[in-house]
């Protein structure tokens, strides 16, 4: 074993450490009602509870489900959720350091994912944080050519539908893996240029054309889907129209460049090792991009890309590398409260 290996190890052991910390700060000094989400998750899962409405059945099973069996064991929806949080904390730092020593990945990665997304992960999102440790280990999966990668992503989608956002360019990384030669253009990085070029033009100019045919294809979706009407802010519903409403924030604009950055660095600087990825990050930038508009989607929902683009970037080829590492874990430092702060409601 190599004394980088140890190193990196050790990184990342300090990295998820971190956000167990994370997780044990906000346990401790805040109830789950102060978390964000708390009134989402407690008035569906009394609705799911009583059995009035049985949607949940056919729309995030696994996801709903495990909180009504929690809610079962529990006899309360309140210490459900308490439950759930402390299921959730526990399970993302040991999936987190799980999958970094099963596929080696470079600390750096790991320490901007969990900076940037850990605390979210780890203490808010109950029912989306398992489909996004499921799609990104799909994403890692797939590049060995296993379709077992598909599989996951399918479990993910009974968590949460929006795994389905991160399907196509999974199976887009299984169809590289699996016919290099048919994407070789891909690796052109003039066409690349043009290509994102020409989709943000279009985005940019017909923008609300094409949001008004998302909104057309949701509308004949099942019923269950419609709430997801918000990611396109020009939508009818109130909700969309509030959120079209709200200045940009200046998170929000620099969250977009930060990521547009990221996706042009990955893909500029990629070698062999990231082929398999190419086209995952050219179709998920496209799919970010349209959903940029609404905030809470921009950040959100970026987590299926941004944590495998973090995971597998060619950290090496960054020079000086210790100049890098020291921004890594000084931006992370600074970054990580934030997020720890943002998953508290404060009254």
Known sequence: MTEGSN???????????????SVMYVRYNYDSFNIADYDAYAYFTDVY????????ILSEPFGWGSLLLLRWITGSTHYAIVAAHWLLG????????????????????VMLSIAMFGPLLAIVTIRATPAYLLCVGAALLAARGHLLAVALAGVGILFHNTSILALIPILLILFQ????????????????????????????????????IFENLIAF??????????????????????????????????????A???????????????????????????????????????????????????LTFPWAKLRPTPLVSFGVVAFSLVVLPFGIDAVILRY
């Open 221 to 258: 979706a099942p019923g269950f889907m419609q709430k997801y009407i918000v990611y396109f802010t020009s939508g009818g519903s109130e909700a969309a129209m509030n959120a079209a409403r709200e200045p940009t924030s200046i998170f929000h604009i620099f969250f977009i460049a930060g």
């Open 7 to 21: 190193f990196n190890k050790v990184m990342v052991a300090i990295s998820v450490f971190f956000l167990f910390a």
């Open 177 to 212: 893996k699996k016919f290099p030669n048919s994407v070789t253009i891909f690796e052109n990085k003039a066409v690349i240029i043009v290509v994102s070029a020409i989709t943000g033009l279009i985005f940019l100019f017909y923008r609300q054309d094409l949001f008004s």
């Open 49 to 56: 509870w009583s059995g009035f409405d049985r949607s949940w």
């Open 260 to 310: 547009t950055l990221m996706f042009a660095l990955y893909i500029f600087l990629s070698g062999e090792e990231q082929r398999p990825y190419r086209l995952f990050a050219i179709t998920s930038f496209a799919i970010y991009i349209v959903l940029s508009t609404n905030p809470v989607t921009s950040f959100r929902q970026s987590i299926f890309w941004i944590i495998p683009i973090l």
């Open 90 to 109: 526990l399970t993302t730092c040991a999936a987190t350091l799980l999958l970094s020593y099963r596929y080696r990945l470079k600390w750096q990665g």
